[in-house]
């Protein structure tokens, strides 16, 4: 009778991974659609404020708009509060940033421009512009260092299944930090080869290795806990990186936006990212990617640090040996 049911549990399996497959990531791309996309109209007291007044009733639920000034339009520009500023002129100017997620951008530009087109041609000016690589590189170094960070713990957690042995703390430790400094390293060397202008100071290199660190800590602590079959949890997560975190909310469906996009690692880690290869690092996601970054490292290496339960059936209780390793003997 068992034999019987592995087909029919083995055609389970198959169709729960189609769904979680398609639910982290064509499910999320199939969807998107504007929602109060935040942008920004600026305009002087008189005539152009009641103009700019019509055109904020514009644009049904699709466009969030902010009357604002000049430069206080390019204030909240600066600071990602919206995606674009429509300045009102002759002629009119529409102004976006590079520093600001690609997606939200271009979808911000072309309801900006075909707007401002009713009054006459608009010029477009990019503040902070980015190149192709520049664009591509915030969420492609995330993905990268998940990944990188990924391997390097499971490698260490197979093979020490394969030859029967525990790592202890130092061990593990020691792959942590290993993996952070040569993912970091990897991750600035393909930064440069894609795009030979862009930073690589000490703030951008930083970050990267807390990127690195926070992901290879968190990922050896749950292969601690659960062994190789963490593997199952921590590999489907890596498809929420150009699935939802290369979004911005405002154009990812509700159920999306809080049930992946609101806690995914990937977007605090690439908006940070971007502000800080972009010359923005003032911007408020780079403190948000601090502090999310190094909640997850210190939450990574409690796991890692915290002592077996000796003669627990997870773990046996870790032996002072000089490689800090402990050997499990065969029953």
């Known amino acids: 009778m068992a034999n019987r049911m592995w087909p029919v549990a083995a055609a389970l399996a198959g169709a729960v991974v189609a769904v979680v ?67 009102l002129g002759q002629p009119p100017v529409v102004v976006v940033s590079g520093a ?77 930090a290993t993996t952070s400094v040569l993912v970091t390293a990897v991750l600035a060397g393909f930064a440069k080869l894609w795009d030979s202008s862009l930073p690589m100071g000490w703030d951008v290199l930083g970050f990267l290795l807390l ?26 997560l890596y498809l929420l990186a150009p699935a939802v975190a290369g979004q911005v909310p405002e154009l990812l469906h509700e159920w999306y936006r809080w049930l992946l996009w609101s806690w995914t690692p990937f977007r605090f880690s690439t908006e940070g990212l971007r502000s800080l290869l972009q010359g923005t690092p003032g911007a408020p996601d780079v403190a948000n990617g601090v502090w999310v970054l190094g909640g997850l490292l210190a939450v990574g290496l409690v796991v890692l640090l915290w002592p077996a339960r000796s003669g627990s059936a997870g773990e046996e209780a870790e032996a002072d040996t000089p490689d800090r390793v402990v050997h499990v003997g065969v029953h």
């Open 21 to 87: 497959l398609g639910f982290l990531t064509f499910g999320a791309q199939a969807t998107v659609a504007p929602d109060r996309l935040p942008v920004a109209v600026a305009a002087p007291d008189g005539p152009p404020r009641a103009m700019a007044e019509r055109i904020a009733a514009q644009g049904g639920g699709q466009l969030d708009w902010r009357i604002t000034t000049a430069e206080e339009g390019r204030r909240l520009l600066e600071d990602k509060a919206v995606y674009g500023v429509l300045e």
């Open 100 to 176: 600001v997620n690609p997606a939200g951008t271009q979808l911000a530009q072309q309801a900006l421009t075909a707007i401002a087109q009713a009054a006459g041609p608009a010029q477009v000016q990019t503040v902070h512009p980015a190149s192709v690589a520049g664009r591509t590189a915030p969420l492609a170094l995330s993905a990268l260092a998940w990944v990188g960070c990924l391997v390097g713990g499971a490698v260490l957690a197979l093979v020490s299944a394969r030859r029967k042995y525990r790592p202890g703390t130092g061990a593990r430790l020691t792959q942590v």
């Open 211 to 236: 990127t690195t660190g926070a992901f290879a800590a968190l990922q050896t602590g749950l292969l601690r806990l659960l062994g190789v079959r963490a593997m199952a949890v921590l590999g489907p």
